[in-house]
C-alpha cells in the first residue's frame, strides 16, 4: 500500500530554515511524481513545488523560487524540501503526495498533476 509521511516542521524566526522530510513506503519512488503542498489558515491548498523522480527535474512556486529546493534520495526513498529565508507567509500546514508510475514525465507535468496519495501532513510556522 501506498503511503507517504511527513516529517520535520516546527518553529523558526524570520529568515531562518527547516527541512522537511517525505517518507515514502509500499512502492519505489522511481518514475513518480512527487510534490509538496502548503494550506494556510483560511486559504486554499496550493502547490509549493514538485520533481519527476526518473530524471530529477523539478518546477517551482514563483513564491518559492529561490528559497525552496525539493530533492529526492531514492536509495532511502525519501523527498525532501529544504525551505531557507523563511517568512511568515510561509506559515502553513505542509503535505506531502505522491501518483505514478509515469512515463513519459517531468517537474511541470508533476507540478500539476491531481495527486492520489497524501501524507498527513507538517505544521510549519515562522514567527519572530
Known amino acids: 500500500q501506498v503511503r507517504v509521511v511527513e516529517s520535520g516542521g516546527g518553529s523558526v524566526q524570520p529568515g531562518g530554515s527547516l527541512r522537511l522530510a517525505c517518507s515514502a513506503s509500499?512502492?519505489?519512488?522511481?518514475?513518480?511524481?512527487l510534490g509538496w503542498f502548503r494550506q494556510a489558515p483560511g486559504k486554499e491548498r496550493e502547490v509549493v513545488a514538485a520533481?519527476?523522480?526518473?530524471?530529477?527535474?523539478?518546477r517551482y512556486a514563483d513564491s518559492v523560487k529561490g528559497r525552496f529546493t525539493i530533492s529526492q534520495d531514492n536509495v532511502k526513498n525519501t523527498l525532501y524540501l529544504q525551505m531557507s529565508s523563511l517568512k511568515p507567509e510561509d506559515t502553513a500546514m505542509y503535505y506531502c503526495a505522491t501518483d505514478g508510475p509515469f512515463a513519459p514525465g517531468s517537474g511541470s507535468f508533476c507540478y500539476s498533476h491531481d495527486y492520489t496519495y497524501w501524507g498527513q501532513g507538517t505544521q510549519v510556522t515562522v514567527s519572530s
Open positions: 520533481i519527476y523522480t526518473a530524471d530529477g527535474s523539478t
Open positions: 509500499g512502492y519505489k519512488i522511481n518514475s513518480y511524481c
